[in-house]
């Protein structure tokens, strides 16, 4: 049986200076090997320019019984960057992921802009997949609630790829919930502490 195998890597981008992303690829029950390690850097190169020095990247590899699946999770000041996906080979869920990732960022890249940097986002190639939707409860999650605003809270879901997010409200110090709208849309939903 493998037990977590951790490898850490630092990406320079000569083409841009100094900017470099850190990144951990960690397997989970496998042994990441060299040629998934040099794609998973490569493949992070492309939103690499998006992020700069301070970002953190981590790279989760698993292999189950009947697939294997990628989880990149990206963190630049405070806002959180997840894509997760399976396929029978870790390579192409590693594709997947990454591409995961393009959407979102080009699906907010306006308020991205505004608040990662002034860079240009219209370089990322958008591969036309489609995306995976579960909704069977797999897991309980402890949420650590930061003070946001309704804004901020509906960017970050939207990163995250979630349907609804739990925050502070920095307006009003009480916790709310933003959620998407079938009919498009978000919701806002706040406490009524009146009996």
């Known amino acids: 049986m493998f037990k977590n195998v951790i490898i850490a890597i630092e990406t320079r981008n000569s083409r841009k200076g100094d900017v470099s992303m850190n990144i951990t690829i960690i397997g989970r029950k496998c042994n990441p090997r060299e040629d998934f390690r040099s794609r998973a850097e490569k493949r992070l190169l492309k939103v690499e320019k998006l992020f700069g020095e301070d970002a953190l990247a981590k790279v989760t ?113 009480t916790i709310n919930v933003v959620y998407g709208r079938k009919d498009s849309g978000y919701g806002l939903i706040v406490p009524d502490y009146d009996d």
């Open 61 to 173: 590899a698993t292999v189950e019984k009947n697939y294997q699946s990628v989880e990149v999770t990206v963190n630049k000041n405070g806002m959180i960057f997840r894509a997760e996906e399976r396929a029978e080979n870790m390579n192409d869920a590693l594709d997947e992921c990454v591409d995961s990732l393009i959407r979102q960022i080009r699906k907010n890249k306006t308020r991205l802009e505004k608040k990662l940097r002034a860079v240009s986002f219209e370089d990322l190639l958008l591969p036309d997949v489609e995306e995976e939707k579960e909704f069977d409860l797999i897991r309980e999650k402890t949420v650590a609630l930061k003070p946001q605003s309704v804004e901020e809270a509906i960017l970050q879901m939207n990163l995250l790829g979630h349907q609804f997010y739990m925050f502070l409200n920095a307006e009003t110090d």
